[in-house]
């Protein structure tokens, strides 16, 4: 009896061991792919932040820029006073 029933279990054996690899593989593919897809959506809102972080720094720069282009004005604006150093005086 105990050999009729490793002859009958044999088969499902040698099933199990076709079988087990494709449903790792499609184990393996479904985690990557989340993986992937939450690595992605972290890249997404760190591009989003640097963004935000550029325009804030662009913004901040066209401040400056026009705060020296004002000084610059009011620069030109001063007469110029020369000193003569005259020897006769």
Same mark, same amino acid.
């Given at each position: 009896?105990?050999?009729?029933?490793?002859?009958?279990?044999?088969?499902?054996? @040698?099933?199990?061991?076709?079988?087990?690899?494709?449903?790792?593989?499609?184990?393996?593919?479904?985690?990557?792919?989340?993986?992937?897809?939450?690595?992605?959506?972290?890249?997404?809102?760190?591009?989003?932040?640097?963004?935000?972080?550029?325009?804030?720094?662009?913004?901040?720069?066209?401040?400056?820029?026009?705060?020296?282009?004002?000084?610059?004005?009011?620069?030109?604006?001063?007469?110029?006073?020369?000193?003569?150093?005259?020897?006769? @005086?």
């Amino acid at each position: 009896m105990n050999g009729n029933l490793m002859y009958a279990i044999f088969p499902i054996i @040698t099933f199990l061991c076709y079988i087990a690899p494709a449903i790792f593989i499609i184990w393996f593919l479904v985690k990557f792919l989340k993986v992937q897809n939450e690595r992605n959506f972290i890249f997404k809102s760190i591009s989003d932040k640097l963004d935000k972080l550029e325009n804030l720094n662009i913004g901040k720069q066209e401040n400056l820029d026009q705060q020296e282009s004002l000084v610059n004005l009011e620069k030109q604006d001063q007469p110029h006073q020369e000193h003569i150093d005259s020897p006769n @005086t």
